[in-house]
């Protein structure tokens, strides 16, 4: 697998325009354009932390690729609505997601990503999946200062309209999450749908990789809940 699948991407509408590039393998670039103004530049060092890769068998010919990155040191600045700039510090931390595939007909999945710093300061990365890149292995990874390590699968299970537990059956993973503002959407077309909920979450709790536990208060993340039919 490349270590950098995406080169460039660029979208424009609704007034909008959004680049994305990659000078070379360390380091991508994100630039968001509002009628023409720079209001988001952002350079991320992905070179200084270890990619997640997995591609794996979905139904009966297809199949479902990812590779992300969390705690992804980042620069750059972004302008508010009255022009004044605001320049990232040295705490600000970034994740991407090039994922990809032929899904099942129907698919439905919960996601988590999370990128913080513990109080000593260690970068501590999540990402979590259920119903998706799970039928040989799983994406669920932990990130320590940019070293990856393996997770086991997990359960999201809803506890309430703001809260969700993230749990493995061997108890290496005891999360919960409370979320706030969503990006939601809910489409049906006949042929194809969408019902998409995405919050802006809290996460507390316990993850134990080699040995050691880590304890998680309050660490900003996303956590998705998606229903497509394709």
Known sequence: L?????????WKGLGLEVRLSAAHAAVRTLEVLQ????????????GQVQPLSLCSPTGATGWTYTQK????????????????RHVL??????????????????????WLSLSGRLADGTRLGLNL????????????????????????????TALGEDRWAMRSADGQVMLEGQTGWCRRESLNLGVVGSHFHQWVSQVSGQVVVEGHCY????????????FARW
């Open 89 to 110: 510090g040295p705490d600000w931390l970034g994740s991407t997601d090039d994922s990809c595939g032929f899904l099942r007909r129907e698919t439905a999945w919960n």
């Open 69 to 84: 990155y969390t705690t992804v040191p980042v620069s750059g600045f972004w302008v508010d609505g009255q022009g004044q």
């Open 2 to 10: 490349q270590a950098q699948p995406l080169e460039a991407a660029h």
């Open 129 to 156: 999946a259920q119903g998706v890149n799970d039928s040989f292995g799983t994406e669920n990874a932990l990130w320590i200062n940019g070293q990856v390590y393996e997770l086991p699968p997990v359960l999201f």
């Open 215 to 226: 304890t998680l208060h309050q660490l900003p993340a996303l956590i998705e809940h998606h």
């Open 35 to 46: 009628k023409g103004q720079l209001r988001l530049q952002v350079s991320l060092q992905i």
